[in-house]
């Protein structure tokens, strides 16, 4: 393994800007439009929610650690940058996801019992599929990736940093679930684990609700908690402009603010019920304290702070997606063109 992520081949290969990845994917549908045309299918994110589902049904059934699970994902996602979705079957791109991560993160699974499981979960688009088969999707998908197999994850950062901020069990939690619910969005491909680890205890911290343990978009649909997390974000950028101004730097442009709605507006917002983390805080609200020094301590890194607002803009405007996700409709259109260009068999 890289001794890094900044000496990886996941940051010189596999880091791209929002629009270097959406010119990418025009690329693969400009190749082809009829094939796009014939078989539409909804929106990304959607699909991105039903594949995350079938990586876990499967790594249910395996019993995969989460680590692998994971990378899984991060694979798939690289794949599909290379090549467009419809010309694939994606359960057993799954599959074959799934049993190369597991092999990479040294916990293998026999593909003899990740064919099977894979049929027994998907019998209507899989039954065709046996070792061979997927034998050699691995080496299309390792020869797509350039060998490229490395995957650092943001979980180590929530761990490292969990007891720096003083984390309590239910917030150590909610950040992990907001770590794994973003593998369902682009952030794997377009920001260091870091900056995606800081930004799911930013969330935990803010937005975490004691009545309503769920985690995930519940925790995150916090208004007043988003309020804290915009202005927790804004104080740090103008602490670390002050401190780049006072030795003589340059900071380069201000940062503006996020809104709860994850939309970008100038001034400053106060956190639920009027408390803000600045000279008007309580400081005896241990909420309000913990969020002060996860602030200062953001001023006082390198971090990528502007970062931080794209990932806290993309998690919360995902979770507001996921509303309107209907698992029937994803599983039909790719049902179709699966049967249709007969990639079952």
Same mark, same amino acid.
């Given at each position: 393994? +890289?001794?890094?992520?900044?000496? $990886?081949?996941?940051?010189?290969?596999?880091?791209?800007?929002?629009?270097?990845?959406?010119?990418?994917?025009?690329?693969?549908?400009?190749? %082809?439009?009829?094939?796009?045309?014939?078989?539409?299918? &909804?929106?990304?994110?959607? /699909?991105?929610?039903?594949?995350?589902?079938?990586?876990?049904?499967?790594?249910?059934?395996?019993?995969?650690?989460?680590?692998?699970?994971?990378?899984?994902?991060?694979?798939?996602?690289?794949?599909?940058?290379? *090549?467009? !979705?419809?010309?694939?079957?994606?359960?057993?791109?799954?599959?074959? $996801?799934?049993?190369?991560?597991?092999?990479?993160?040294?916990?293998?699974?026999?593909?003899?019992? !990740?064919?099977?499981?894979?049929? *027994?979960?998907?019998?209507?688009?899989?039954?065709?599929?046996?070792?061979?088969?997927?034998?050699?999707?691995?080496?299309?998908? !390792?020869?797509?990736?350039?060998?490229?197999? !490395? *995957?650092?994850?943001?979980?180590?950062?929530?761990?490292?940093?969990?007891?720096?901020?003083?984390?309590?069990?239910?917030?150590?939690? @909610?950040?992990?679930?907001? /770590?794994?619910?973003?593998?369902?969005?682009?952030?794997?491909?377009?920001?260091? &684990?870091?900056?995606?680890?800081?930004?799911?205890?930013?969330?935990?911290?803010?937005?975490?609700?004691?009545?309503?343990?769920?985690?995930?978009?519940?925790? +995150?649909?916090?208004?007043?908690?988003?309020?804290?997390?915009?202005?927790?974000?804004?104080? @740090?950028?103008?602490? $670390?402009? @002050?401190?780049?101004?006072?030795?003589?730097?340059?900071?380069?442009?201000?940062?503006?603010?996020?809104?709860?709605?994850?939309?970008?507006?100038?001034?400053?917002?106060?956190?639920? =019920?009027?408390?803000?983390?600045?000279?008007? $805080?309580?400081?005896?609200?241990?909420?309000?304290?913990?969020?002060?020094?996860?602030?200062?301590?953001?001023?006082?890194?390198?971090? %990528?702070?502007? =970062?931080? /607002?794209?990932?806290?803009?993309?998690? /919360?405007?995902?979770?507001?997606?996921?509303?309107?996700?209907?698992?029937?409709?994803?599983? %039909?259109?790719?049902?179709?063109?699966?049967?249709?260009?007969?990639?079952?068999?």
């Amino acid at each position: 393994m +890289a001794a890094n992520y900044w000496e $990886s081949t996941q940051r010189r290969y596999w880091q791209f800007t929002k629009e270097e990845l959406a010119a990418m994917r025009q690329k693969l549908e400009d190749e %082809d439009p009829n094939l796009v045309h014939m078989y539409p299918l &909804p929106q990304l994110r959607h /699909i991105n929610i039903y594949l995350n589902r079938q990586f876990n049904h499967l790594a249910k059934r395996l019993g995969v650690r989460q680590q692998a699970l994971a990378t899984a994902q991060v694979y798939l996602k690289r794949f599909y940058t290379r *090549v467009e !979705i419809r010309r694939t079957n994606p359960y057993l791109l799954v599959a074959t $996801s799934l049993y190369l991560a597991c092999k990479m993160e040294e916990c293998p699974q026999h593909i003899r019992l !990740i064919v099977q499981e894979a049929r *027994v979960l998907w019998p209507e688009t899989f039954h065709g599929q046996d070792t061979s088969k997927l034998g050699e999707c691995e080496f299309f998908l !390792i020869s797509e990736m350039s060998s490229q197999l !490395i *995957v650092h994850q943001p979980y180590r950062t929530l761990t490292q940093l969990q007891g720096e901020f003083n984390l309590t069990p239910e917030e150590s939690q @909610a950040a992990w679930q907001a /770590i794994n619910d973003h593998y369902m969005t682009d952030l794997p491909l377009l920001y260091p &684990p870091h900056i995606i680890g800081l930004t799911a205890i930013l969330l935990a911290i803010t937005c975490y609700n004691r009545q309503n343990a769920a985690g995930g978009a519940n925790a +995150a649909g916090n208004s007043g908690g988003l309020v804290m997390a915009a202005n927790a974000l804004a104080h @740090a950028q103008a602490q $670390s402009q @002050a401190r780049a101004a006072a030795m003589g730097g340059n900071s380069g442009p201000g940062t503006p603010n996020l809104t709860p709605q994850g939309s970008f507006a100038g001034g400053n917002f106060s956190s639920q =019920g009027g408390r803000e983390l600045g000279d008007g $805080s309580n400081p005896t609200d241990p909420k309000i304290a913990k969020m002060q020094r996860f602030t200062n301590w953001l001023a006082e890194s390198n971090i %990528d702070i502007e =970062g931080m /607002i794209d990932c806290t803009q993309e998690i /919360i405007s995902f979770y507001d997606c996921h509303e309107q996700y209907e698992d029937l409709v994803v599983r %039909d259109n790719i049902k179709r063109f699966i049967k249709a260009r007969g990639l079952d068999k």
